[in-house]
């Protein structure tokens, strides 16, 4: 019983070191929030033509006051959510993608409070995108093996 007690205990301090694990913990969220963003959100905003572009650039420009570029803004947006997604999850550019979807994602989080709403979704998928600007790729990512310093 001793034996197979400190074999887990052993187990579970190697998953917690941080020489390899916390950089699966990232290629996981890496992962799944390129997919879901990707899937759920970005597709259907890139494909859908500038109609749908123009609604959602009123997002940002109706916060900030300009009256044209709405269909620039709005496919930047979807860009993020879809191109943006892709390179997030393959760790490709994973700071200024991230950067571009919390950006994005914090306009949504805005226009919704501002509607007297509050979207817990753009505001997590901000968060995340957080954690990938601050921790980059990991080492699991392209950007490791492109832009390392050796």
Not at 64 to 78: M, N, R, T, Y
């Amino acid at each position: 019983m001793i034996f197979m007690i400190e074999k887990i205990k052993n187990l579970i301090g190697n998953i917690l070191k941080p020489d390899g694990s916390v950089d699966i913990g990232i290629l996981t969220l890496r992962v799944f929030t390129g997919f879901l963003m990707l899937q759920y959100h970005g597709l259907s905003k890139i494909t859908s033509g500038t109609a749908r572009w123009e609604r959602l650039g009123h997002a940002l420009t109706d916060i900030i006051g300009i009256d044209s570029f709405h269909v620039l803004f709005g496919f930047l947006a979807s860009l993020a959510e879809s191109l943006g997604a892709i390179l997030i999850s393959i760790g490709l550019f994973t700071r200024v993608s991230s950067f571009l979807l919390f950006f994005t994602m914090m306009i949504a989080s805005l226009k919704h409070f501002l509607k007297g709403d509050f979207s817990e979704l753009a505001f997590v998928y901000a968060v995340i995108c957080i954690v990938f600007i601050i921790s980059g790729s990991g080492k699991y990512g392209l950007d490791y093996y492109f832009f390392r310093r050796r």
